[in-house]
């Protein structure tokens, strides 16, 4: 079982986050279930931290003290990750899951670009 966030660690991400948009960002805290191996038939419930930016939800699991996965999605069906399961340092599992989704959001303007802050 992991322990919540710590009040030092949502300011970092609070902080990334208006570097990221220029803008304070409203973040969520909650819980959710993950099954951290395929194998593994009981999922863990892990202290969660969620925000909706430019047309796209973003996750930061805490697994433990030092051990965070994330993700970011625009439907159920259209999910990403950054393409490494897990980080040890919250700020590096932030600021790639923000580049991850900037690179993404760049590859497909042209498709389906965001509708603000652009």
């Not at 990334?16 to 395929?38: F, G, H, I, N, W």
């Not at 996750?59 to 399961?85: A, L, N």
């Not at 897990?86 to 599992?93: A, G, I, V």
Request: charged residues 30%; hydrophobic residues 30%; proline residues 5%.
């Amino acid at each position: 079982m992991s322990t919540d966030f710590t009040q030092t660690e949502l300011h970092r991400i609070r902080e990334m986050l208006t570097q990221r948009y220029r803008k304070e960002v409203e973040v969520q805290l909650a819980d959710c279930e993950l099954s951290l191996d395929m194998g593994e038939t009981e999922p863990m419930s892990c202290p969660t931290v969620f925000w909706h930016e430019r047309d796209a939800n973003f996750v930061v699991f805490k697994i433990s003290p030092f051990r965070f996965r994330s993700q970011f999605f625009y439907s159920p069906h259209e999910q990403y990750g950054t393409g490494i399961d897990e980080f040890n340092d919250l700020d590096q599992r932030v600021a790639a899951l923000l580049q991850t989704q900037s690179d993404h959001e760049r590859e497909h303007r042209g498709m389906n670009p965001p509708t603000e802050n652009t």
